[in-house]
């Protein structure tokens, strides 16, 4: 009840050796007393350990001490079988609490709390009215376990709990999710509940979803402290209409001279229910005495104590402290409910002192029953009461959750007193006058929401007692600040968020003079102007940097509760059932709350107290009425409190004084000596105090780092100062509390006054009829770019101020907990604080060099008058007759000297450490830190200071473009120190050296204007080498930039080294942003020559006007950049001397299409050359070569889509942008694909064209059509072959031939489909001359492109990338090298590309590759060889690599021309041909990179071998062992098995469609010989008896055959041949594969028979073949014939004649048996 609890408490155990102090006997000493007269001396309470919190009942406390324990002393009436009553000055231990480590205790007016290390709670003493949460007692001896749980997990989940505020019937607990948890009697608990006591605790609903930072319990009231809801959360739009009775919530009436625009509309229900569940009071609530009987007539401005407002809204529209303007005799008289209050009411004044008009709509007859309904409201029945006044009286059913805030609103005296016919009769009257001029008022009324938008001026201050118009125009600024400190309910000295004066104006009317349809167009005019925006000085939601680092200085006060002492500081007497928001208190940083029997205190963090409540004694701390809303404590300027303690009828206060050891002030009432056991009741023995006062003996307690107080008793912890860390540590914290209350000075006094000079308009009437006199706004004397920066200047200070408010809440928070080093935020994360300064620093500079403060002297003079003593008393500036400028910049420069304190404290805390200690160590490095950062600002300050004075002697005209915010001056030329070299005779050249560039300025003498010219040169990109002296006597610098190279000349060797030193570092702080950093230590030499900047040429004819950002070396673009010129094209990629030069992105706009060409490839000195991807706005693509930015070499073009109107693709050979050389075309169009010669985009030479439909064309073509010699089939196998004219079209000579073998002879003409005219002969070939048809037989591929003459520039590219002009012809050694560098370079682009991810498996092998495998010269072994195969296979299937290349490339190509429409059974000799060219040719390269390795057929001897065995290792073809004594070299068996398995899908799709027939003979002989069982088969094919299985493996088990086993013999061979299919082992693609699975397949066949012979034999063709016959049957082979064609046209020659070769001649002698079998 009547303490306040400083959060969590920590133990200090660890913590004495750690701050130097070395006995726990000078920490946590206490010391009690009572009242405050001059004969009061503290008594000092002895105990073993340090105490860390104590708590005060009416006649009870406890302490908590270090270790957890927990004491007692005073009356302890529940302490039945013990002693009940313990003197102060002995406190007994809670033995109960034994074991458990309590880090919170509490205390209220009977019985007391604590709280333990995991959370749980603790009660005991008086529990009448649940008040310990233990049902069934009424008194509870010792401390026993509360459990607070949450119902609404399953199982119910206990709550931790972080502390505990008790009342007199009731207690709170804060848990670790920061809700408030309650238990006990009465409408304080501020549950939604009717019965009473609440055993168990419960949610305080309405705070939930909030941050609750503490609370705090009064007799019969709570208070909590609130985070404040983020923005986005807290700023609604806000409505027009009421949401319960639909409504405006403003009106507007137009009086004989004046516009009123109300917001004074009331809602008749009560309360609107917001989407939220909260409840909103309606502002009009609180009626004036007597009705408004008509527009004309004026209010009455008197109106009782409770009546205005006595709900405000927890909305921002509806704001109890609204404003009323009233016209009356057509004046305009400003007030505020509080003056009105104060002024005619007493403090004690009754809510039933209301009377009048209101009466009649009460449900009470008479104010005898309001008083009663109002008494009843103090019993525990009240939630009965009001329900049954709701039953009567109510006229909508609430929602359960707002019944109680709801009945609260229904009380006597606050029902409307308006009646809905008065309402009418209003809303009529105004329509009259809104009618006539409805646009004009729907202009009024969006410009009353824009002003909102704005600060109100300083001109009148809103709110002057008595209705004094417009404050007083023309007083001195103080005048005003005590008029505002005088309005405590209205306003404070609070750096409350500049936002608190928007909200209202919001709930505010607006007067607008004169009638609306002739003042708005003016008003609206004014409203129209520019306008300095809004900045608002208290950062939104704080650093975000901070984060939990710092306390929360945005924050809330709630109260609910009984308030019949206006203790709630709602305005009013009333009780409120749930948690309300005190929205006067809501921007005033409140940091800390106390609550006494019937008061309650806030502390903000600017070191104010505001009070309200009972103030019978004086306890309040000023005399000022009334008591129901919060006002400050009137304490001597200077006094600075941070700690209080609130008891029965007394306040306690802790302060800062002169010196920064604490001092201790104390109002309330005296207790005398012979009064302090006398009855509470009985006051003859008090007296009281109208303001706090002192009390004499604080300076003899020491360090006091917290005060409590309750009942009648006050008690204070201290501690002793034993080696100065104490004394420091209440330094630095009185520093810093010192330090912000200065800053919220300049932020209140003059930084908002300046900021408020920025309304347009700010009028003023002095009497009734007078015209407004407009000042001359800000924005119009500063110009925007000043106003701007003023503005953040204004942020940066508001931020700065916000962090300073923090760090001192932070810092009080250490004095009263931990009081030890680690905790000091400026220690641990001090880049918070020099980022803040640096900011800060950097905007009053800016504002500085751009003649901000010179700009500013003439408004502010205007507004302090020509005596600024404020500001003088402010900047601390003792000087006389200072210019008002110069006064504004030592002014907000002021808060740099605060980094020299904060050095000092740091560096006197460290001296109480041992050197060697890592406190110290910390101390020592803030120290330096700070202190260096000061050293930093104030060169700053000179830089800025330096550069001001230059621009006001600089040339006019140049001023505009080179005067920057930013910019500093370094140095300058006029004295005629440097020179341009070679410049004319009677030109002058000044050379002003800036933190960004350098400026050459040009003119010519006999001018008047001598600078005529100027360039700027940023430092980025500029470069500067002294020239030698050694042959010349002239001092010169070269300098580089972009576009430029000049000399300078210096006038000594001295002047030139200064110049080079100060554009070096120049240039080096501009490339690091040094501009940022705290430190100038640490200058390298000069700047490095290679550097990442952004340019903007303005000279280069390929790049004017372009913008390049990116890697630079000595002036020339070198590196990755990126270009982006201002037609919209845009480079990324690499550069070299300036040029694109390597892999890049190319984007460039088509006007015409509105779409973008854009090229991803290599570029060689500023051209596309070497591999790219050019996708053009057409649609069109191409991928492959460039030169020269042509397409050049192999390359592809896709044109269009399938759905678009002619899709194509060609893969060929360019020469200069056209197609030239071999190619295939792909017309999906017509169907129809050309694979042959091609020169400027025609066909031309000779070339094969297939169909769709089957036919197939070879022959020459000229200007792209069919013309010479040609050979024609058709799908049915007939043939034409002779003369072509056009495409299809037959002309000449020629021979047509039918399927059937007959044939014409002579001349054709006509289209092939169309019909054709034949002049010549017909043949018939004779039925039995077999010779006919091999006479008649057309061979295919004499007229087509030779398979050597095909892809020619796809191998000449790889030979390039080797080095070689020409196929063989280059050095072995540079295409090694060529190839590392090619890898190396790949890698390196892959690694700077973030989406390419390189896995350190294929970093590791594209090294290896980059190294030859055969590292030295000599014959070829079979080791190298292997060694040389495994490197060929990892490079061919590398794209980086040349071969992966060639390799990806012959695939693609490959593809291209046999899938699709080149599946054309017609093709598969060129395609086998194809495949054997591709062997020979990539054999070469092969050979050029290992010239050791034999040629074609050569022989490699096995290790063992002797020179004389490799002459007879040719034979070894001829013997049949397996394996040979050496192996034969060749392109198949090194290259085929890499090629063949990326090449086999459309090869062997050849061979099917060619063996189609024979193939589909061969399969229907298979499934119908299938259909035997195995002895049945056996027996037809002939196998001898011997051979047949007798039994046969099945799971593991033989079996024995029988006749209807089937598909059992010889099974392990048959699926051993079976892996002779692609698609069941997808290895076996390569002949040599193929023929091992055959030689696999005898051996199989033979272990089986061997195995049942049971003898040793040799194997005869007669007796092999059948068997095997059997086995290729059971194998179900698919396409054998096709596998069998493929073995025969790709296996190696060597293997041909060997035992590979007889088996593969079995398996086709199988083949052709089995299609033959069915004739047998």
């Known amino acids: 009840m009547h303490q306040h609890c400083h959060g969590q408490i920590s133990v200090m155990e660890s913590q004495r050796k750690s701050s130097g102090e070395d006995s726990s006997g000078e920490r946590g000493l206490l010391h009690t007393w009572k009242g405050y007269s001059c004969s009061v001396t503290p008594e000092r309470v002895l105990l073993s350990r340090p105490v860390l919190q104590a708590a005060l009942g009416t006649r009870h406390g406890v302490l908590l001490v270090e270790g957890g324990q927990v004491y007692s002393f005073g009356e302890f009436p529940w302490k039945q079988s013990q002693v009940s009553e313990v003197g102060p000055l002995k406190p007994v231990l809670e033995s109960s609490l034994s074991g458990q480590r309590v880090v919170a205790v509490a205390a209220g007016s009977f019985h007391s709390g604590a709280v333990t290390e995991d959370g749980g709670v603790h009660m005991w003493g008086e529990n009448s009215f649940g008040q310990c949460g233990l049902s069934s007692l009424t008194v509870v001896s010792n401390p026993t376990p509360v459990a607070v749980l949450d119902p609404d997990t399953s199982p119910p989940h206990t709550i931790r709990v972080l502390e505990l505020a008790c009342g007199e019937q009731h207690s709170l607990a804060l848990s670790a999710q920061h809700e408030v948890w309650a238990w006990g009697s009465g409408c304080q608990l501020g549950l939604v509940t009717t019965i009473f006591p609440v055993w168990k605790p419960q949610k305080v609903e309405h705070l939930a979803g909030r941050h609750v930072l503490q609370v705090a319990c009064g007799a019969f009231h709570s208070l909590a402290l609130v985070r404040c809801l983020p923005p986005q959360e807290a700023r609604r739009p806000l409505p027009d209409k009421c949401g319960q009775c639909n409504q405006l919530l403003y009106t507007m009436t137009d009086k004989e001279d004046h516009v009123i625009i109300s917001d004074s509309h009331y809602c008749p229900l009560g309360v609107e229910l917001l989407d939220d569940g909260e409840a909103r009071m309606e502002p009009g609530r609180s009626p004036p005495l007597r009705l408004q009987s008509s527009p004309s007539e004026p209010l009455s401005s008197h109106t009782s104590a409770s009546a205005p407002n006595l709900h405000p809204s927890i909305t921002d529209h509806t704001d109890y402290e609204r404003r009323r303007t009233v016209a009356q005799n057509g004046e305009v008289l400003t007030t505020t409910d509080s003056d009105i209050s104060a002024a005619g009411t007493d403090s004690d004044r009754t809510v039933g002192g209301m009377g009048g008009a209101g009466s009649q709509n009460s449900p009470y007859p008479d104010d005898q029953a309001v008083k009663e309904y109002l008494k009843k409201l103090s019993d525990t029945s009240l939630a009965e009461e009001t329900a049954k006044m709701t039953k009567a009286g109510a006229s909508f059913q609430p929602p359960a959750d707002s019944l109680d805030l709801l009945t609260s609103d229904l009380l006597p005296g606050v029902m409307p007193v308006t009646t809905s016919s008065a309402l009418n009769s209003l809303v009529s009257s105004c329509a009259s006058a809104v009618a006539e001029r409805v646009v004009s008022t729907c202009e ?252 004499p003996f604080c300076m003899n307690l020491g360090y006091v780092s917290g005060v409590f107080a309750g009942g009648q008793s006050c008690v204070a912890l201290a501690d002793r100062n034993v080696t100065g860390f104490i004394a420091s540590l209440h330094e630095l914290a009185a520093a810093e509390r010192k330090f912000y209350c200065k800053l919220s000075s300049v932020k209140n006094h003059i930084l908002r006054p300046l900021l408020d000079l920025g309304e347009n308009y700010c009028s003023r009437y002095s009497s009734a009829g007078q015209r407004p006199w407009v000042r001359e706004s800000l924005g119009t004397a500063l110009g925007p770019a000043s106003t701007v920066l003023l503005q953040s200047l204004a942020r940066c200070y508001s931020r700065l101020c916000h962090l300073t408010g923090q760090h001192s809440t932070s810092l009080t928070a250490n004095l009263r907990r931990r009081r030890e080093v680690k905790s000091l935020v400026m220690l641990e994360h001090a880049s918070i604080f020099l980022d803040t300064y640096n900011e800060y620093c950097c905007s009053v500079g800016n504002f500085l060099v751009m003649g901000g403060f010179q700009a500013l002297a003439k408004p502010s003079l205007d507004f302090f008058g020509k005596c600024p003593e404020l500001l003088q008393r402010l900047a601390e500036s003792s000087e006389e007759n200072i210019p008002l400028s110069d006064l504004l910049v030592a002014l907000f420069y002021l808060p740099m000297r605060h980094l020299h304190e904060y050095g000092r404290l740091l560096l006197k805390l460290g001296t109480c450490f041992e050197v060697s200690s890592v406190d110290y160590q910390k101390l020592q490095d803030g120290c330096s830190k700070f202190e260096a950062l000061a050293l930093h600002l104030k060169r700053r300050r000179k830089e800025a200071e330096y550069t001001y004075h230059f621009w006001k002697s600089f040339p006019g005209k140049m001023t505009d473009s080179l005067r920057k915010p930013p910019r500093r001056l370094i140095c300058e030329s006029s004295n005629k120190a440097l020179t341009l070299q070679n410049s004319g005779r009677f030109s002058v050249n000044w050379f002003i050296l800036f933190n960004d560039a350098l400026v050459h300025a040009q003119g010519v003498v006999p001018y008047k204007s001598l600078f005529s010219t100027h360039h700027v040169f940023p430092l980025a990109t500029l470069w500067v080498e002294p020239i030698p002296e050694e042959n010349t006597d002239l001092y010169g610098l070269k300098v580089i930039s972009p576009e430029e190279t000049f000399t300078l000349l210096a006038c000594s060797s001295m002047e030139k080294a200064k110049w080079l030193r100060s554009i070096n570092q120049a240039v080096d702080k501009a490339m690091s942003g040094a501009g940022q950093s705290g430190s100038g230590a640490g200058q390298r030499a000069e700047p490095p020559i290679s550097r990442t900047a952004s340019y903007t040429f303005y000279k280069d004819s390929r790049l004017k006007e372009a913008t390049y950002e990116g890697r630079w070396l000595a002036g020339k673009p070198n590196g990755r950049g990126m270009v ?147 050979v024609l089939l058709s799908e049915d196998n007939t043939t034409y072959e002779g003369e072509f004219s056009e495409d299809w079209t037959l002309n000449g000579k020629g021979v047509l031939t039918m399927a059937n073998g007959d044939y014409f002879e002579g001349t054709f003409t006509g289209e092939w489909g169309s019909g054709l005219k034949v002049t010549g002969s017909f043949f018939k070939p004779n039925l039995y001359d077999s010779d006919g048809d091999k006479g008649r037989a057309v061979k295919l591929g004499r007229l087509a492109v030779r398979p050597e003459e095909k892809w020619r520039a796809v191998f000449e590219e790889c030979w390039m990338r080797l080095g070689c002009e020409a196929p063989g012809q280059g050095e072995n050694q540079r295409a090694w090298e060529n190839i590392a560098v090619a890898l190396t370079t790949s890698r390196r682009e892959l690694r700077d590309c973030p989406e390419m991810n390189l896995s350190p498996s294929h970093n590791l092998t594209l090294e290896s590759l980059e190294f030859n495998p055969q590292q030295h010269v000599g014959p070829v072994t079979m080791e190298k060889y292997d060694r040389i195969r495994h490197y060929l296979i990892k490079a061919c299937d590398t794209p980086l690599h040349p071969l992966g290349r060639l390799m990806e490339t012959l695939v693609a190509v490959y593809r291209m021309t046999y899938v699709g429409v080149g599946a054309n059974r017609r093709l598969l000799l060129q395609a086998v041909n194809e495949i054997m060219s591709y062997l020979a040719r990539i054999f070469q390269l092969v050979r050029f990179l290992f010239p050791d390795l034999p040629e074609e057929g050569g022989v490699i001897p096995e290790p063992s071998s002797d020179p004389q065995d490799k002459k007879d290792s040719k034979c070894a073809d001829t013997q049949l062992e397996s394996p040979k004594p050496g192996r034969v070299v060749s392109s198949s068996s090194l290259l085929l098995p890499v090629l063949l398995p990326r090449l086999y899908p459309p090869l062997f799709t050849l061979y099917a469609l060619e063996k189609e027939r024979e193939d589909d003979v061969y399969w229907e002989c298979v499934l119908r010989l299938n259909k035997q069982p195995d002895m049945a088969l056996l027996a037809f094919l002939g196998v001898q008896h011997k051979f047949w299985p007798v039994s046969v493996p099945v799971l593991g088990e033989r079996t024995e055959v029988v006749s209807s086993t089937k598909d059992a013999c010889f099974a392990s061979a048959t699926e051993t041949l079976q892996q002779i299919r692609q698609f069941v082992f997808s290895t076996t693609f390569t002949p040599s594969d193929k023929l091992q699975v055959i030689q696999l397949t005898f051996e199989e066949i033979t272990k089986e028979v061997v195995s049942s012979l049971e003898d040793s034999f040799l194997w005869s063709m007669d007796d092999l073949f059948p068997v095997f016959l059997y086995v290729v049957l059971r194998a179900r082979i698919r396409n054998l014939g096709s596998e069998v064609s493929l073995i025969e046209d790709l296996m190696d020659p060597c293997v041909q004649h060997g035992e590979h070769g007889i088996m593969f001649t079995t398996l086709k002698a199988c083949y052709y048996q089995i299609q033959h079998e069915k004739t047998t």
């Open 1124 to 1270: 982006k010129w201002l037609d919209g094209r845009i480079y990324t990629g690499m550069f070299k001397n300036g040029l694109e030069d390597g892999f890049g992105d190319y984007v460039m706009p088509s006007k015409t299409l509105n779409l973008n060409d854009h090229y991803q490839g290599h570029w060689k000195e500023g051209k596309m050359h070497g591999i790219g991807t050019y996708k053009y706005a057409t649609g069109e693509l191409y991928e492959g070569s460039f030169q020269d930015n042509m397409r050049h070499g192999h390359g592809m073009l896709r044109s269009g889509t399938l759905n678009s109107s002619s899709p194509s693709v060609f893969i060929g050979q360019w020469v200069h942008d056209k197609k030239t050389g071999y190619g295939v075309f792909d017309d999906i169009t017509r169907g129809e694909k050309y694979m042959g010669m091609w020169q400027d985009d025609q066909r031309q030479g000779t070339g094969v064209i297939v169909t769709q439909f089957g036919l197939y064309y070879e022959g020459a073509f000229n200007n792209n059509k069919m013309q010479g010699t040609g």
């Open 444 to 695: 009024a009324l969006s410009l009353k929401k824009r002003i909102n938008c704005y600060y109100p001026g300083v001109g009148g201050v809103a709110g002057a007692p008595g209705g004094v118009p417009g404050g007083f125009p023309g007083g001195p600024a103080e005048e005003r600040v005590r008029l505002e400190e005088s309005m405590q309910g209205k306003k404070s000295c609070s750096t409350g968020d500049i936002r608190e004066e928007e909200a209202e104006g919001l709930s505010r009317r607006l007067s607008l003079p004169g009638l609306l349809s002739q003042v708005s167009p003016r008003l609206l005019r004014r409203a129209s102007r520019p306008r300095v925006r809004a900045v608002p000085l208290t950062p939104v939601g704080g650093l975000p940097e901070a984060g939990e680092l710092l306390p929360s200085l945005q924050t809330e006060v709630w109260s609910w509760g009984r308030g019949e002492e206006g203790q709630l500081g709602h305005g009013d007497n009333l009780p409120r059932l749930q948690p309300l928001c005190i929205k006067c208190l809501s921007s005033k940083e409140v940091v800390l709350v106390a609550a006494g029997a019937h008061h309650s205190l806030a502390l903000t963090a600017q070191s104010q107290v505001f009070s309200w409540g009972s103030n019978s004694s004086g306890q309040l701390g000023h005399m000022a009425c009334p008591t129901t809303i919060p006002r400050l404590a009137k304490l001597s300027e200077g006094i600075r409190v941070w700690d209080v303690g609130a008891g029965a009828q007394h306040t306690l206060l802790l302060a800062d004084g002169d010196c920064y050891q604490p001092i201790l002030y104390y109002s309330g009432q005296q207790v005398r000596e012979a009064a302090q056991d006398a009855p509470q009741d009985q006051t003859e023995g008090y007296s009281y105090t109208q303001q706090p006062v002192l009390l």
